[in-house]
């Protein structure tokens, strides 16, 4: 079977399970639907896009990803995607993850060949969290984030995802994603081929 395109993949998973992930609100709504923002993240990986700035660019122009995802006639600028992530704790994350990787493998786009890799994601330089970062493609450095996951080793979709700061090494992450990978998967995959993860990186 081929790798689905992405409108067919958010055709096959249900969205809306991560609804129940956020208790409802008694004062004021949250500007954005929460559940859109998830989606739009995750366009931000499947397409790979390199900021919160083309996200934000992508989805002001295109209006049927901005649909697609939930948006109505607003969108979010960079810095709501970063308020965003930064209201998630560690436990909403994980359950979020979770239900993610739950759908996308009962629609069978997520198998049980996986990859270990990483992704530098660019940051505003308000973000102080942030940390500048080596990018081996683009040979600069970058103030950001880096996204660390095990991947689907065919369609290189996320099964697993942690973020850091942009100077820390993907060997560090390495335990760690196969660790949360062996307790929230609920089954084993039959091998895992590691990439870029060597010290020193």
Request: aromatic share 10%; proline share 5%.
């Amino acid at each position: 079977m081929g790798i689905p395109s992405l409108a067919r993949i958010f055709d096959l998973i249900n969205l809306s399970k991560l609804e129940n992930l956020f208790p409802i609100q008694r004062w004021g709504r949250p500007r954005y639907p929460r559940v859109a923002m998830l989606a739009a993240l995750l366009v931000l990986y499947l397409k790979g896009l390199g900021s919160y700035r083309d996200l934000a660019d992508f989805l002001a122009k295109d209006h049927f990803w901005a649909r697609k995802c939930g948006f109505d006639d607003r969108t979010p600028d960079q810095s709501s995607f970063s308020r965003f992530l930064s209201s998630l704790d560690v436990r909403t994350m994980d359950a979020v993850n979770r239900i993610l990787v739950d759908e996308l493998r009962r629609a069978g786009v997520i198998g049980d060949t996986w990859a270990i890799d990483s992704t530098l994601l660019e940051a505003s330089r308000r973000d102080l969290e942030a940390a500048w970062g080596w990018d081996d493609i683009n040979k600069m450095f970058v103030w950001g984030y880096k996204v660390h996951a095990i991947v689907d080793a065919n369609s290189e979709l996320p099964s697993q995802i942690m973020a850091s700061p942009a100077n820390i090494s993907d060997c560090q992450f390495a335990v760690p994603l196969l660790t949360r990978a062996a307790t929230n998967l609920r089954s084993v995959p039959r091998f895992v081929v590691a990439r870029g993860t060597t010290p020193g990186r």
